[in-house]
DNA sequence: TTGAAAGCGCTAACAT
DNA sequence: ATGTTAGCGCTTTCAA
């Protein structure tokens, strides 16, 4: 006969583990939840299992005990950043026996709603993901039963989740001081969207910064919006063409960043030089680069401990209800496309 | 009564519904599972299920079922190729209700098999993975477990899996022969791991493309042997320190490449002009820089297609238990750092 | 088409 | 320390 590929041979099960050995279920079940069980058994279910090859099946244990030892990330796409914060956080969590379980949407909503629903239904033991206003109701009920929700790269306001953020605003107003420092006045933002945290807390900073030191906002040096490369494109235009164009930029990440090396390329601009290129987010390109881009790096991998903490921390039931909220600081690199202004 | 986090609110089940609908939890299940039910009744079970904000317990049906809906990649890391395969997966999967879930083991072998063996009793559907052969074992006993397993990217040879892989060979062997066709006589190669099919293939090409022209290799131009950076540094070296260095060299991976590009910038080599080159593996970097890098570019979308056909081709029952293999083109995308040799 | 009930593999409460 | 057994929520067979 020939056998399907979907006909699965019946795989062995703690009853068959306990026949063989002689003992009792109950006992199985303890010796492989670690509770003791004496010498003798001990050997006796090893060897059963050994022999019958037994695999405990998770899906019943889960349906049991309504828990699972799985994680789960939403993403909405592996760029390096959340490449990195996924490495740390899945070393965390394999440390206590839990898998994370990385699902990416590509930033469409719909789908973010439906692998919420997915890993609830699948009864996950909880989901990190960036705040995302669209799916508030569905991060809502995951709340209300009772499945930790982590926020981190991105914020929503007044979700009853945990939070793991880096300082957008204090990186990025330390970010533009520096360019101020080296003697720069005529700087301009391009700016990511808004309406996200991120975006908003970035030019948030940049503004600070230039009123901490005095220098007027001119609101055609702040452009963009969005943070889609296209629109980045146009930005940067806009900005050169101006009567006064700047002499530093500050860009809300890399994404941006890139639409300006591109025109400066083209347009045989130096940066540095010519031009100083400050952005957020450090991505291998701009180490790669020459000149290099000074860069606001995100601790990807505190950020990725520090999920892996609170997450860790509501699975063995020690946080109380109360959301906790943990800012991480960023570094500035310094490389080459910061340098004082022409005289 | 304070409400602590990982208590959670017993959620409704389906008996719930069941009384609160006034018919059976059969019918209940049914309808859910799209058989046919009576209009009155219908109403009354989607009124039910609104009104208990009833969600399918997931586990409890994989319980039962045995089956999930569930597919595991798992991957080393996420570079560029790898994450283009993932989206083009994903979606393939997703538009048949099957939900890819990801594991980054960091090429650690122990990982991967804790991995597999997770997989396997969480009863995930299939499972997605480069051929280690640390793995054999585990693989086998998925595979006699009835569960689907597909090789992508690395082999492992005598295993019953269905592959989808690109042409190395073929790609690798065309590379070198454009390197050939534009004058290039003494032609390099940096290894990568050949015990692993990649880089063995990899190789092979390059080998068989000197054959084909009829020029004999020189064994001093084959140097490197690993994937690490560090040892692409040496390999470069010894090459460029050579009584005649080559005036082309062919990389295994982009890794590699970066070697060379470093090299070349610190002792002021012009690539393209003093030294081609021509990288396997096309990414982001090779594109942004100039001069641009002449790459294999290996049909990462199409392999994410392949993959999810072979794998949905399983799971709908489809194909027989004889392994499918499916082999996909690359292309050569021409940039700047290949050039004829100088005079 | 529908209801009743068995049972998937496991854990945990209870009894010994 | 160990055996016995109820039951997690669901699907599916068997009857009606």
Redesign the pocket.
Known sequence: MILRSNERR?????????QHA????????????G????Q???EAIDKAIAALR????????A????RTNMVALLVPGYDEFFAEILASLTRGLAAEGQVLLTHKHEGDPKALALAIEFFQNHRVNAIVTPGVSEVRQQVQAMVDHGIPVVFFNNDVADMPVDRVFSKNFEASRQAVKHLIDIGHRRIAHIAGDRRETTGHERQRGYLQALDDAGIAADPRYIVGGTWKRQDANIAIMQLMQLPEPPTAIFTANYVLALAVIDYCRQHNIALGEDLSLLSFDDVELFRQMHPGVTAVAQPASAIGEAISEVVLGHINGIHPAAPRTVMLDCNIILRQTTQPPRA
Chains 1, 2 share one sequence.
Do not use: E, F, H, Q
Request: aromatic share 4%.
């Open positions: 019946r795989a062995a099960t703690i009853i068959d583990v306990a002689n003992v009792s279920v109950g006992t199985v079940s303890r010796y492989l939840n509770i003791t069980v004496r003798p058994k001990r037994y695999n405990r099946n998770a899906v019943a244990k349906m049991r005990t309504d």
